[in-house]
Nanobody
Framework: QAQLVESGGGLVQAGGSLRLSCAAS????????MGWYRQGPGKQRELVAS???????NYADSVKGRFTISRDNAKNMMYLEMNSLKPEDTAVYYC?????????WGQGTQVTVSS
């Protein structure tokens, strides 16, 4: 069974940093596109960043220059380094694995950025 488990969320002050991790199992990790999504209060779930099997990255405009997505195929891990955090970054962050029509989601981890 495919499983994605997020960790690293928490409470941080504006301007601070946080590193999220996603551990994958039961997945051919090296062939899936990985991504981080988030859903803030009263908002729809949105793509934060994605990274392909070849390492190409894509970021939402709101996080460009502040967040960095990476993956370690040898460890079946994906990361999101978040810097210069803003209150509007407050959301539940989810990791996602996608391969063609197949996809899997983690349970999410809460990130709260205080003013």
């Amino acid at each position: 069974q495919a499983q994605l488990v997020e960790s690293g969320g928490g409470l941080v002050q504006a301007g601070g940093s946080l590193r999220l991790s996603c551990a994958a199992s039961g997945i051919s990790f090296s062939i899936v596109t990985m991504g981080w999504y988030r859903q803030g209060p009263g908002k729809q779930r949105e793509l934060v960043a994605s990274i392909t099997t070849g390492g190409a990255t894509n970021y939402a405009d709101s996080v460009k220059g502040r967040f960095t997505i990476s993956r370690d195929n040898a460890k079946n891990m994906m990361y999101l380094e978040m810097n210069s955090l803003k209150p509007e970054d407050t959301a539940v962050y989810y990791c996602n694995a996608q391969f063609r029509s197949w996809g899997s989601w983690g349970q999410g981890t809460q990130v709260t950025v205080s003013s």
